[in-house]
């Protein structure tokens, strides 16, 4: 098909790099002009954009007139005018298109601007607080010390000393205090015995009492059942090993109460306040998943956890929880199960089963990775939640800054064997951004979203990772770096980007110079857009590193085509390439892209490729003109078919004809089209045929079926389900919806209905009018089909009846209106 | 502390509500202080100003960019559908797709 195919030809160089002739096209530079402001081009380019727009409108609209609307009996021909309706709604359409794109693309721009500045904004403001607030107590403190010191008639220093000492002495007797202090509440100790008694058939508590016990709130309502979880200590495998305590949570359901949406999300942080049924609705059913702080004693630390939820907001904004479900791990699992640390028969005490090892008594330090509880309590509270969290994140940003703001913060000489991509992420200025980022992110609090959380949650990742590197721990491993263990992979594996690598992109981020040279290669001067300046594009690279500090070199392969091209691309090997500065690896492989560019068989391989698209190109632009034709002769023979009340066969004028199937599918291949695009059959003996999107609809029987119980119910357009229409790609045009599927739902009942419409480009316009619901079908040619009804049923009976290839079938999520076109893409679910 | 307040009124990357508080906050500083914040400030005023020449930059492009869309469908689209309907009316043979286009 492609005849460039057959001179894929592997193109391979070793350095070093032989003379290179420079190309013979090269361009000319247009003479210096008087350079124009960016606001100005923006201004001058809109004017101009518009004016054109307003001019072409009004072009196809005075050709209207005269050739449809018949105005002033310039044409009096009327035969055409159906072909010629169609032929200017679509410019039309195509010029709302343009300006509606336009301005799209304006506001993404100026919302991304508005976003970065506010993004700086909260940072210096963040910043220059924190500036001026530390001073204040700073300067406080200070003349607190000089004013004892001078009381007291001694250095400064003793009196910093002496408060230093205090501190300390201080911390050590809240410690023994704590530890006297810590007496296992009572229903504890009863729930303990309990268990001693019957170990392996185990208990049932109640979490809220456990919970009260230790004064933790957690809003959970007393019901008669309370909050059940199931524990019994499993034997070790052998019976001398050590024995397990089992917390089953099968039956841990128990309801909660919040006074707004701020102490709910002090609690559910996963979940975004957006998802959230608005008050007096039906209860949501939501799940909540996070992963436990690694800081929690074995098994919890780290484990995931998932929670199935149904939340409901009541009028006055309070936030009802019901929890249905809660398991750990994955698959997840109601049971979790926490080593004892002794056998079996050696599990006498109370201590023994609510204090196994790495929790509890005489641990508490009062830090915040402190194992204070009991197995029962952490089983119960099972999370940090999102305040503890936060808390622990300021302690760590407050160490990591002091380390940082030591200002010795060196880089390794082993930093320098890294790639400059790997490397950068280690410098004290990356840290320090993150550092402040995460400052700035802790800030916002509890106006975070659940998106704000996450990337809290990343960005602290990232630096507790580097921890030992920041702290400057002297058993810090370098190799424990996550830059260094990519790294060593790399070394081993090659780095690879395309197909089955990195994105591409990230080539151009890692080795910018030589995405450069690539493309300041293949320029086309005067060329108005990148996209077509930069003709030729990288798809895929595979780098080999070998060596370290002066001997490096790197080997390799790059795949190049020109864009737009259909076949496959040129690969360039190349091998035994050293940096051209003696040290860096990007020098290296900028020589390498270098070698490629400036090789002649590339130049020509590349110039065939040019050359094949153009032909490519002119031969589907061939393709549609005649097609076009087709379609034409097809309107108008089916036009008149329908006047005489005959049958007309959209075959008889095929796009293809052929003695077999394969045969048409030979010839569709020959122009470069694709044979799933055409619907083929057998004619008359001969084989025949016509692209899918020029056929005329097929009609079907209606098939409509369940709905029906909910008479009486009026469908509104929710707020949420203007949500789910934006997932599914609405476009909001002038106040009304325009979707290529809807979602309405019942209020009362909290169920959805989908509506989705098959084969595209179909466009649903959906309104409300005097509280009913109001669908606009669009066809490509412009026609209009409306669809109403005050319920579900008289809706889609309508849409159904009318439409004549839709049915409706219920799902899990709601009724779905789908096509019944046996052949073809089917319809999927709208909102799977 | 009048030229400090005066100073952080002119800043234009941070509202007036933060510039408020920093006044007053800075009331109870040092010049040093305050020193370092007008620095960090004039760096976020740069910092606003490369933001909004990279956003003009971007304008100018998709207007360039929309420019030569509408160019194209003059070219393409528009060009094909007077073609069109030249095939139809022979008789409008003088106005041919060309002229038309260069109307607009």
Same mark, same amino acid.
């Given at each position: ?67 449809? $609307? ?145 004064? &933790? ?57 957006? $998802? ?34 149904? %939340? ?29 640390? &002794? ?159 990195? $994105? ?19 320029? &086309? ?75 002649? &068989? ?228 709208? %909102?799977? | ?7 952080? *009124? ?22 040093? /202080?305050?020193? /370092? =914040?007008?620095? =960090? ?20 492009? *998709?207007? *360039?960019?929309?420019?030569?869309? =509408? ?31 260069? *109307?607009?």
């Amino acid at each position: 098909m492609f005849r460039a195919f057959s001179e894929n030809r592997l193109v391979f160089m070793t350095s070093p790099a032989p003379e290179v002739t420079p190309t013979a096209d090269a361009p000319t530079e247009a003479a210096p002009s008087e350079p124009k402001m960016p606001q100005q081009l923006f201004d001058e380019g809109k004017r101009n954009f518009e004016g054109k727009v307003a001019g072409a409108k009004e072009l196809v609209t005075n050709l209207k007139s005269i050739y449809v $609307d018949e105005k002033y009996g310039i044409d009096k021909d009327t035969t055409k005018d159906p072909a010629l309706t169609t032929l200017f709604a679509n410019l039309d359409t195509q010029l709302t298109e343009l300006t509606t794109k336009f301005g799209e693309e304006v506001g993404k721009i100026t919302d991304a601007t508005q976003e970065n500045l506010t993004a700086l904004e909260t940072n210096l403001y963040t910043n220059v607080v924190k500036e001026l607030e530390g001073e204040k107590t700073d300067t406080l403190d200070t003349k607190i010390k000089e004013k004892t010191a001078t009381t007291l008639g001694v250095e400064i220093k003793k009196v910093t000393d002496d408060l230093t000492t205090f501190a300390q002495k201080q911390e050590e007797e809240k410690k023994a205090a704590s530890e006297s202090a810590e007496a296992t509440p009572k229903y504890e100790v009863e729930m303990a015995n309990t268990l001693l008694q019957n170990k392996e058939s185990g208990t049932y508590f109640d979490a809220k009492k456990v919970l009260d016990g230790r004064g &933790k709130d957690f809003s959970i309502l007393a019901s008669e059942g309370g909050y059940p979880i199931h524990m019994s200590v499993k034997p070790g495998d052998p019976a001398t090993a050590s024995a397990k305590l089992v917390m089953d949570y099968t039956k841990a359901q128990y309801s909660q109460e919040f006074a707004d949406k701020a102490a709910f999300k002090k609690f559910y942080g996963t979940i975004n306040e957006a $998802d959230l049924p608005e008050p007096s609705k039906p209860a949501k059913s939501l799940t909540d998943v996070c992963n436990l702080p690694a800081s929690k004693p074995p098994p919890f630390g780290g484990v995931k956890r998932t929670r199935e939820l149904s %939340v409901s907001v009541a009028a006055d904004g309070k936030v009802k929880v019901e929890v249905k479900s809660i398991k750990f791990g994955e698959p997840p699992t109601p049971t979790i199960e926490i080593d004892l640390g &002794k056998p079996i028969d050696q599990i006498k005490t109370v201590d023994d089963v609510l204090y196994p090892p790495g929790y509890g008594k005489g641990k508490r330090s009062g830090t915040e990775t402190g194992t204070a509880d009991g197995a029962a309590v952490m089983a119960v509270e099972s999370a940090e939640t999102q305040e503890a969290k936060w808390q622990r994140y300021k302690a760590e940003l407050t160490k990591y800054e002091t380390a940082m703001n030591k200002g010795d913060f060196a880089n390794s000489p082993a930093f320098a064997e890294l790639p400059v991509f790997l490397r950068k992420t280690l410098t004290a200025d990356h840290i320090n951004a993150k550092i402040t980022e995460a400052n700035g992110l802790l800030t916002q609090g509890n106006t975070l979203d659940a998106a704000g959380i996450s990337h809290l949650d990343t960005v602290m990742t990232f630096l507790e990772k580097r921890e030992g590197l920041i702290l400057r721990e002297q058993n810090f491993n370098l190799g424990d770096l996550p830059e260094f263990s990519e790294w060593k992979s790399i070394k081993e594996k090659g780095l690879q980007y395309g197909a089955g690598g990195k $994105d591409i992109v990230d080539f151009q981020n890692h080795f910018s110079g030589a995405a450069n040279t690539l493309h300041n290669h293949f320029e &086309k001067k005067g060329a108005t857009s990148n996209a077509e300046a930069f003709y030729v594009e990288l798809t895929g690279a595979k780098l080999n590193f070998h060596g370290e500090q002066k001997s490096k070199n790197i080997s390799g392969v790059f795949e190049i085509k020109v864009k737009g091209y259909e076949g496959k691309p040129i690969p360039f090997a190349f091998s035994g390439i050293n940096p051209t500065d003696g040290q860096s690896w990007e020098t290296a492989v900028s020589k390498a892209m270098d070698l490629c560019v400036q090789n002649d &068989k590339m130049n020509d391989l590349v110039k065939d490729q040019v050359r094949d698209k153009e032909h490519m190109e002119r031969t589907r632009r061939v393709v549609a003109e005649r097609e076009a034709r087709h379609e034409e002769k097809r309107d108008r023979k089916a036009a008149k078919a329908q006047e005489k009340g005959e049958t007309f066969d959209e075959f008889s004028i095929p796009d293809y004809e052929g003695n077999s199937q394969e045969d048409i599918v030979e010839q569709i291949g020959k122009e470069y089209g694709k044979a799933e695009d055409y619907e083929i059959k057998q004619g008359d003996g001969e084989w025949v045929a016509v692209r899918k999107s020029n056929l005329v609809e097929k009609t079907v029987p209606a098939r409509s079926e369940v709905i029906g119980t909910n008479e009486g119910i009026t469908i509104k357009i929710e707020a949420d389900a203007a949500v789910k229409m934006k997932e599914l790609g609405m476009k909001i045009d002038g106040g009304k919806l325009m979707v290529n599927g809807a979602v309405a739902k019942y209020p009362e009942t909290g169920k959805e209905i989908v509506f989705k419409v098959m084969p595209e480009p179909t466009t649903l316009e959906i309104r409300e009018t005097d509280g009913k619901l109001v669908i606009t079908e669009i066809f490509s040619d412009n026609s209009r089909v409306n669809y109403k009804g005050s319920t579900a049923d008289a809706l889609i009976a309508d849409m159904a009846k009318s439409r004549k290839t839709v049915s409706a079938y219920q799902t899990e999520e709601g009724t779905i209106l789908e096509p019944e076109v046996s052949s073809g893409p089917m319809a999927t679910s709208a %909102v799977a | 502390m009048s030229d400090f307040a005066t100073q952080i *009124q002119a800043f234009t990357c941070i509202n007036d509500e933060m510039k408020q508080k920093i006044i007053a906050l800075g009331d109870k500083s040092t010049d040093e /202080k305050r020193a /370092k =914040v007008i620095a =960090v400030l004039t760096e976020g005023e740069a910092k606003k100003k490369a933001i909004l020449t990279e956003r003009d930059a971007k304008m100018a492009e *998709q207007a *360039q960019a929309s420019l030569k869309a =509408v160019n194209d469908f003059k070219r393409g689209p528009l060009r094909e559908g007077i073609k069109q309907i030249e095939s139809i009316d022979k008789s409008s043979e003088e106005k041919s797709a060309e002229d038309l286009l260069n *109307q607009i």
